[in-house]
């Protein structure tokens, strides 16, 4: 069972994300409202997959919390957020999420995120049969 931490600050879309990964079968670990309480978890489990919002309560934000996600867990993320703007999404690149979801998403789309994401760390791209990303403006 794939294990998800949900770094929420927001009670009632938190538990309703919880409920919703719930129903698809994953298994959740908890809830943290800010970037310490994250910390607090991933100091004590070690989750599959973190879905990550950009705002958070504190002086630290998700992109923060990413940050060292990367440089002392190791678990991959998904940011949940309703930033869309072009600072946010240049700081969360910055990161390398495994995917960003703006909200309010569907839970149809949360689904599709999660297996994507798990499809990416799974079958990684072999360098010599990669294409180089398109830039599209």
């Known amino acids: 069972m794939i294990r998800i931490l949900v770094v929420e600050d927001e ?4 538990e ?5 990964l719930s129903n698809m079968g994953y298994g959740v670990v908890g809830n943290a409202m800010d970037y310490e309480e994250a910390i607090a978890f991933l100091d004590a ?13 504190g002086k630290k934000d998700g992109i923060d919390l990413a940050e060292i996600i990367n440089q002392n867990y190791e678990v991959p993320f998904i940011f949940t ?7 946010t999404l240049e700081r969360a690149k910055k990161t390398n999420p495994i995917n960003y979801l703006v ?5 149809e789309q949360l689904f599709t995120a999660i297996e994507m994401a798990f499809h990416r ?11 180089p990303p398109k830039r599209i403006r």
């Open 45 to 57: 489990e070690k989750p599959d997959l973190i879905l990550l919002d950009v705002n958070l309560n």
């Open 16 to 20: 309703d994300m919880c409920n919703v």
């Open 81 to 87: 957020t309703s930033y869309s703007d072009a600072v």
């Open 11 to 14: 009670l009632i879309i938190a």
């Open 103 to 107: 909200k309010p998403f569907k839970k």
């Open 121 to 131: 760390l799974d079958n990684p791209a072999k360098p010599e049969n990669a294409l």
